[in-house]
């Protein structure tokens, strides 16, 4: 995958639940797990005996709602 790093919004406010971001990269894991990757996100990652942030993320104008279960990071880039 040849992204940058991921902008974390919550850095700047912890109180933020909602932000616009753009979709880098889809991809369906061999667990049959699928995956986004924005540019920026409100959603922490697990990490340091803090579970993952729980939510949904939709698209502008469209009936499209993608479910959040899980949030990972590895080398800057949350998925």
């Known amino acids: 995958m040849d992204v940058g790093p991921t902008k974390l919004d919550y850095y700047e406010d912890m109180f933020k639940l909602q932000s616009e971001a753009t979709i880098l990269s889809y991809v369906k894991g061999d667990d049959g797990r699928h995956a986004l990757v924005l540019d920026r996100t409100v959603f922490h990652p ?3 005996g803090q579970p993952a942030d729980l ?3 939709a698209i502008a104008d469209s009936d499209f709602k993608f ?13």
């Open 46 to 48: 697990q990490g340091g």
């Open 55 to 57: 939510g949904f993320i």
């Open 67 to 79: 479910v959040v279960q899980d949030v990972r990071s590895k080398d800057g880039i949350v998925s």
